[in-house]
């Protein structure tokens, strides 16, 4: 599953491409797509036609447009914007292989093309694609914050002016299990995923199974900072692709893959002491780790 950078990567091309224009058809091709919208697909159509897109927003993996009556004005700017009362929000979840494309309205469908949103002012359509089908839309009433209420137990991610270091901090201190387990919680922390946890706890160096109240404040606030360090990189890399599935909404693939130390790199000597990189289960997925720097416990 996409995890905060790439997510975001995806939403900065939506701020750039759609923020600020009217949706004036939409298609939808079966109902798996619109599985989590309760109301169903003819619902979703019905309310997306005439609204306004006034921005796009993330939080963690998470991504939605905030969507208003007809007319109203959004800035298509590379950051969030600031929206007094947005109606309700579109919320997009892109699963393992789901992708946001802008594409002309006379290209070719693509093969496992679920959705398409065209626009009043006859430019680019938004299309959602996914050929596992795991990802899906729905339509959410924004909370008191902004939030869409369909993922208001989210916590927010460490690029967020609401992300309480300290707060954090002490969840993860508080708690009994593994600190990998801690970090991929995403109502502890959002945005964190396999691929990123994996490289913060070989930046820290800490494996993986150490259990979270046993590590120091200290080393909690400090393996922290290396998640949004490693994101932060991430980012401007595009991403992480380890396969044609993640795009941005261009169609082009990220490359933070090449600058990875530990998640996808084993067998291969670690880049501070040389010890090979080796595989663990964890949580029915693969831990990535430097059996020297990141001592079992």
């Known amino acids: 599953m996409p995890e905060l950078p790439e997510v975001e990567t ?6 750039e491409h759609v923020v600020g224009r009217c949706i004036a058809s939409v298609s939808v091709s079966g109902s798996r797509v619109v599985r989590r919208h309760l109301a169903g697909a003819d619902d979703l159509v019905a309310r997306l036609i005439g609204a306004s897109v006034l921005a796009a927003r993330r939080r963690g993996k998470y991504l939605w447009l905030d969507l208003g009556p007809a007319g109203t004005s959004g800035e298509p700017a590379g950051d969030p914007v600031e ?5 309700y929000a579109l919320l997009v979840h892109l699963g393992m292989s789901g992708q946001l494309l802008v594409q002309p309205s006379l290209a070719p469908p693509e093969k496992h093309l679920h959705a398409r949103l065209g626009f009043s002012d006859g430019g680019p359509e938004l299309r959602f694609v996914d050929q596992r089908t795991f990802g899906g839309m729905a339509l959410s009433d924004a909370g008191p914050d902004g939030i ?20 954090v901090v002490a969840r993860l201190k508080a708690r009994r299990s593994a600190i990998k387990r801690g970090l991929l919680d995403q109502t502890v922390v959002s945005g964190i995923g396999n691929i990123y946890a994996d490289e913060a706890l070989w930046r820290a160096g800490i494996h993986g199974e150490r259990e979270s109240a046993a590590l120091t404040r200290p080393a909690l606030r400090r393996l922290l900072c290396h998640a949004r360090e490693v994101m932060e990189e991430a980012l401007g890399q595009g991403g992480t692709s380890f396969d044609r599935l993640y795009v941005n909404v261009n169609g082009a693939s990220g490359y933070f893959d090449r600058s990875l130390s530990a998640y996808g790199q084993e067998g291969r000597p670690c880049g501070r002491c040389g010890t090979l990189i080796v595989r663990e289960h964890f949580m029915n997925r693969s831990s990535f780790l430097c059996p020297r720097c990141q001592r079992r416990p």
């Open 10 to 15: 995806v939403r900065r091309g939506l701020a």
């Open 83 to 87: 929206v007094d009362e947005p109606a």
């Open 148 to 167: 869409p209420e369909a993922i208001a137990h989210i916590a927010p991610d460490p690029f967020e002016p609401a992300f309480d270091l300290d707060r």
